[in-house]
């Protein structure tokens, strides 16, 4: 398998992915409870945009980005087909600098997104834009995959190719956390980890048995 960068393995995959992924991710369930109607959330690294029409019944409005072109215009389409427009606003963008304001956003997603990155400047920067564009006393919601089958130690990075239609495995890379690199990274950015699970099927669970490991992070009110 030819190894691309992630936005250019997910341009390659999208229509497949997309086709693929056209329900919500079963941990989306596990955040509801932590909205209001009156939020204004961000999406970031959206994908197809299913997590953020998941999302909308329970918010004011969401800004979802992606790095992808493609999965950006997939986004796009399927936010449209659902007559959701007006409460999803859709575009291109890194994770790794948003194009928003400071304290935009009550609550920001992260979900199975911060884990295709594997240098330690990049989760610095993720970590820092995520917390600019979030409000004082505003709420992070992280998920990145639990380690693999076989993968319990080594190695860290993988790369796990998606079968398209035409034969092709097109290899996106995906680092596995430890809970506690993950919290780590999480507190020195100027978070407080509010919450920490292991997710499987929608339900939480152990980390033995988890798909996912979850946190939810709340950022500290100003003292000013």
Same mark, same amino acid.
């Given at each position: 398998?030819?190894?691309?960068?992630?936005?250019?393995?997910?341009?390659?995959?999208?229509?497949?992915?997309?086709?693929?992924?056209?329900?919500?991710?079963?941990?989306?369930?596990? *955040?509801?409870?932590?909205?209001?109607?009156?939020?204004?959330?961000?999406?970031?690294?959206?994908?197809?945009?299913?997590?953020?029409?998941?999302?909308?019944?329970?918010?004011?409005?969401? %800004?979802?980005?992606?790095? +992808?072109?493609?999965?950006?215009?997939?986004?796009?389409?399927?936010?449209?087909?659902?007559?959701?427009?007006?409460?999803?606003?859709?575009?291109?963008?890194?994770?790794?600098?948003?194009? *928003?304001?400071?304290?935009?956003?009550? +609550?920001?997603? %992260?979900?199975?997104?911060?884990?295709?990155?594997?240098?330690?400047?990049?989760?610095?920067?993720? *970590?820092?834009?995520?917390?600019?564009?979030?409000?004082?006393?505003?709420?992070? *919601?992280?998920?990145?995959?639990?380690?693999?089958?076989?993968?319990?130690?080594?190695?860290?990075?993988?790369?796990?190719?998606?079968?398209?239609?035409?034969?092709?495995?097109?290899?996106?890379?995906? %680092?596995?956390?430890?809970?506690?690199?993950?919290?780590?990274?999480?507190?020195?950015?100027?978070?407080?980890?509010?919450?920490?699970? %292991?997710?499987?099927?929608?339900?939480?669970?152990?980390?033995?048995?988890?798909?996912?490991?979850?946190?939810?992070?709340?950022?500290?009110?100003?003292?000013?």
């Amino acid at each position: 398998m030819k190894k691309l960068p992630v936005v250019k393995a997910f341009d390659s995959i999208a229509g497949e992915w997309n086709a693929k992924h056209s329900k919500p991710r079963p941990w989306v369930v596990l *955040f509801k409870k932590f909205l209001k109607k009156s939020d204004v959330i961000l999406d970031a690294g959206c994908g197809n945009g299913i997590n953020a029409i998941a999302l909308a019944p329970f918010v004011e409005k969401t %800004y979802a980005v992606d790095a +992808s072109p493609r999965m950006v215009s997939f986004a796009k389409s399927n936010v449209l087909n659902y007559g959701l427009q007006k409460k999803i606003l859709v575009s291109k963008a890194s994770i790794l600098a948003l194009p *928003f304001a400071d304290s935009s956003f009550d +609550s920001v997603a %992260y979900f199975a997104v911060i884990h295709h990155f594997a240098k330690p400047n990049e989760w610095k920067k993720i *970590f820092s834009e995520m917390r600019r564009v979030l409000k004082p006393k505003g709420l992070a *919601f992280v998920t990145v995959w639990n380690k693999l089958k076989g993968l319990e130690t080594e190695p860290k990075v993988v790369f796990l190719g998606f079968p398209k239609k035409n034969g092709e495995r097109v290899p996106r890379m995906h %680092y596995f956390f430890e809970e506690g690199q993950l919290t780590c990274l999480a507190e020195e950015s100027g978070f407080i980890v509010e919450e920490v699970f %292991y997710e499987r099927n929608g339900e939480k669970t152990t980390k033995g048995k988890g798909r996912n490991l979850c946190l939810v992070l709340s950022k500290p009110k100003s003292p000013y």
